[in-house]
């Protein structure tokens, strides 16, 4: 393999590779940008490296055991191929994770497995059904030293130890390049349903949320969109106000039950409405790719983490700056699209750090922005010293001469 040069984007044909290649550019004193197909490095700092460390030709699925609700992939493996495998299967990638190529302006389906552990990407289910770091069984991947390592296993209960499957989980490229990952799967649901509240405000739709994840009725999504933001929505679009949308999965006679029962605890917020399978399917997927801002590819995209009831008042905040908003997992999500390409960090962060009183409120990552707001802002939440210390120790044991992706997450690291 020939030593890349500045600008270059080197192409690893396998593991060996892609040790060869780091070892090298700790050796030179280099930096690499790890990236697969590429379609997620618009998001996190924007960073300069001496190359980009190619893994997309590191593809195909290596091990698929349906029996065992097992499957292991190279790490460039593009997820829509290990989801068409999974249809086939009757079963899914639980966490639901969600393609950002609509919001970041790429197409659909770009998306590969190792980008999807590498960010945590988790959609509608994940308040249920966890994140991607809690499918994470095991990988293959080489560390910023240039030394190949294995964690986990190909089985669930195989932790002892650290458990770096989930600890390298959402670390951007910046500790360790994946070369295979092996994920728990689970059946699929046979049919859904989802249940519609309509015209209720965002602090009325948060209890109506909060009663319906917290009864026995087993609630796999739970959103909200104001009236304005269902426009962008086709299975919403003729709604004429503001839609609370409750996901049933499962049999249909269980479905009915449960939807049933359901109607019966939320009658008193509203008028009540359903979708069918087809149109549940397209509204989930809509809110999961975060699809009602895909459209304007200049205005700044932040992604806030939040206590579910404490939600509305940072809408009510991103409203009076002239923004949209909508929330997912029960409120404890929203996705805000400002009215320009300024994201307002202070006003975000602002109300966020008031409405979580003495502790931070939660997190917010700007997730859309030109290359010169990611260069000069914290795109992550700023870390509280503790956490700050820690993130510096891991870098330095996984990449201490700073090779991969130095500073994608964090200034310095």
Same mark, same amino acid.
């Given at each position: 393999?020939?030593?890349?040069?500045?600008?270059?984007?080197l192409?690893?044909?396998?593991?060996?590779?892609?040790?060869?290649?780091?070892?090298?550019?700790?050796?030179?004193?280099?930096?690499?940008?790890?990236?697969?197909?590429?379609?997620?490095?618009?998001?996190?700092?924007?960073?300069?490296?001496?190359?980009?460390?190619?893994?997309?030709a590191?593809?195909?699925?290596s091990?698929?055991?349906?029996?065992?609700?097992?499957?292991?992939?190279?790490?460039?493996?593009?997820?829509?191929?290990?989801?068409?495998?999974?249809?086939?299967?009757?079963?899914?990638?639980?966490?639901?994770?969600?393609?950002?190529?609509?919001?970041?302006?790429?197409?659909?389906?770009?998306?590969?497995?190792?980008?999807?552990?590498?960010?945590?990407?988790?959609?509608?289910?994940?308040?249920?059904?966890?994140a991607?770091?809690?499918?994470?069984?095991?990988?293959?991947?080489?560390?910023?030293?240039?030394?190949?390592?294995?964690?986990?296993?190909?089985?669930v209960?195989?932790?002892?130890?650290?458990?770096?499957?989930r600890?390298?989980?959402?670390?951007?490229g910046?500790?360790?390049?994946?070369?295979?990952?092996?994920?728990?799967v689970?059946p699929?649901?046979?049919?859904?349903?989802?249940?519609?509240?309509?015209?209720?405000?965002?602090?009325?739709?948060?209890?109506?949320?909060s009663?319906?994840?917290?009864?026995?009725?087993?609630?796999?999504?739970?959103?909200?969109?104001?009236?304005?933001?269902?426009?962008?929505?086709?299975?919403?679009?003729?709604?004429?106000?503001?839609?609370?949308?409750?996901?049933?999965?499962?049999?249909?006679?269980?479905?009915?039950?449960?939807?049933?029962?359901?109607?019966?605890?939320?009658? =008193?917020?509203? @008028? *009540?409405? $359903?979708?069918? %399978?087809?149109?549940? /399917? &397209? +509204?989930?997927?809509?809110?999961?790719?975060?699809?009602?801002?895909?459209?304007?590819?200049?205005?700044?995209?932040?992604?806030?983490?939040?206590?579910?009831?404490?939600?509305?008042?940072?809408?009510?905040?991103?409203?009076?700056?002239?923004?949209?908003?909508?929330?997912?997992?029960?409120?404890?999500?929203?996705?805000?699209?400002?009215?320009?390409?300024?994201?307002?960090?202070?006003?975000?962060?602002?109300?966020?750090?008031?409405?979580?009183?003495?502790?931070s409120? =939660?997190?917010? @990552? *700007?997730? $859309?922005?030109? %290359?010169?707001?990611? /260069? &000069? +802002?914290?795109?992550?939440?700023?870390?509280?010293?503790?956490?700050g210390?820690?993130?510096?120790?891991?870098?330095?044991?996984?990449?201490?001469?700073?090779?991969?992706?130095?500073?994608?997450?964090?200034?310095?690291?």
């Amino acid at each position: 393999m020939t030593p890349p040069t500045t600008a270059d984007r080197l192409r690893a044909r396998d593991e060996a590779d892609v040790v060869e290649t780091v070892r090298w550019a700790v050796s030179e004193g280099r930096t690499l940008d790890v990236a697969g197909s590429g379609s997620k490095q618009a998001l996190g700092r924007h960073i300069q490296t001496d190359a980009t460390l190619d893994l997309s030709a590191l593809t195909g699925v290596s091990l698929y055991e349906p029996a065992e609700l097992v499957l292991s992939a190279k790490a460039g493996t593009p997820v829509a191929e290990i989801e068409a495998l999974l249809v086939a299967s009757n079963q899914m990638m639980a966490f639901e994770p969600m393609d950002y190529g609509p919001l970041l302006g790429r197409p659909r389906g770009e998306g590969t497995l190792g980008g999807l552990m590498a960010t945590n990407l988790a959609g509608p289910r994940r308040p249920s059904a966890g994140a991607a770091r809690d499918h994470a069984l095991g990988l293959r991947a080489v560390s910023g030293r240039g030394e190949a390592f294995k964690a986990g296993g190909r089985v669930v209960k195989n932790v002892t130890g650290y458990d770096l499957p989930r600890g390298l989980s959402g670390s951007y490229g910046t500790l360790a390049a994946f070369t295979e990952l092996t994920i728990k799967v689970l059946p699929r649901p046979e049919t859904l349903e989802t249940l519609l509240i309509y015209g209720l405000d965002d602090a009325t739709a948060a209890k109506a949320m909060s009663a319906a994840v917290g009864s026995f009725y087993d609630v796999s999504g739970a959103a909200h969109v104001p009236f304005g933001v269902t426009g962008h929505i086709p299975a919403l679009a003729l709604a004429g106000s503001s839609v609370t949308a409750l996901r049933l999965e499962g049999v249909p006679p269980s479905i009915r039950h449960r939807r049933e029962k359901l109607e019966g605890l939320l009658a =008193g917020f509203g @008028t *009540l409405g $359903r979708l069918e %399978a087809e149109s549940s /399917a &397209a +509204l989930w997927r809509a809110l999961r790719d975060v699809e009602p801002f895909a459209g304007d590819h200049k205005r700044a995209v932040w992604r806030v983490s939040t206590a579910p009831m404490k939600a509305s008042a940072i809408g009510v905040a991103v409203a009076e700056a002239g923004g949209a908003c909508f929330y997912d997992w029960a409120g404890g999500l929203i996705w805000i699209e400002m009215p320009d390409a300024d994201p307002r960090a202070e006003l975000v962060r602002g109300v966020l750090a008031a409405v979580g009183g003495p502790q931070s409120g =939660g997190h917010a @990552t *700007l997730i $859309r922005a030109d %290359a010169a707001t990611r /260069a &000069a +802002l914290e795109v992550f939440q700023p870390l509280d010293p503790v956490t700050g210390a820690l993130v510096k120790r891991m870098k330095d044991g996984f990449d201490p001469s700073r090779v991969l992706s130095p500073g994608r997450m964090y200034a310095g690291v």
